[in-house]
């Protein structure tokens, strides 16, 4: 479902600013506006937990929110929850068309712009990557 892969970004955000208390109940102003909103959304899902409660999948990402497989894994999870519950889709929907725009800027010669890299960005004469 397209709706799972549009929270994935937030939820992965939120996984990796408040690691096992993502699903805790106290207000954390220090987040930026993406890991806040990944964490309503993620409490939303899931409902508020104790850290010690936190699903597996979510825990998963917590703990190394960098991980794609757990990134993809989750949003099975949450794609299969939405099948579920139409009222949840259409909550998390509403939460999208809230969510602050993303702007991404480069500036400066060879500069690289982008919201995620996930692998290697290299600008420049003669770049030698090894692996």
Do not use: C, K, N
């Not at 106290?26 to 806040?36: N, Q």
């Not at 602050?100 to 770049?127: F, K, W």
């Amino acid at each position: 479902m397209w709706l799972a892969g549009e929270v994935s970004p937030y939820v992965t955000a939120a996984a990796g600013a408040y690691g096992g208390a993502v699903l805790a109940a106290v207000r954390d102003e220090a987040a930026d506006a993406t890991a806040g909103l990944g964490r309503r959304m993620l409490q939303r899902i899931f409902g508020t937990r104790r850290p010690g409660q936190v699903p597996e999948p979510v825990a998963d990402l917590a703990a190394d929110p960098g991980d794609l497989d757990l990134q993809a894994a989750l949003r099975v999870v949450i794609a299969r929850m939405l099948a579920a519950d139409p009222g949840l889709a259409g909550d998390l929907r509403g939460m999208l068309a809230g969510a602050p725009a993303v702007t991404v800027t480069a500036s400066g010669e060879r500069s690289v712009a982008a919201q995620t890299i996930t692998g290697i960005a290299a600008t420049g004469d003669h770049t030698t990557i090894i692996r």
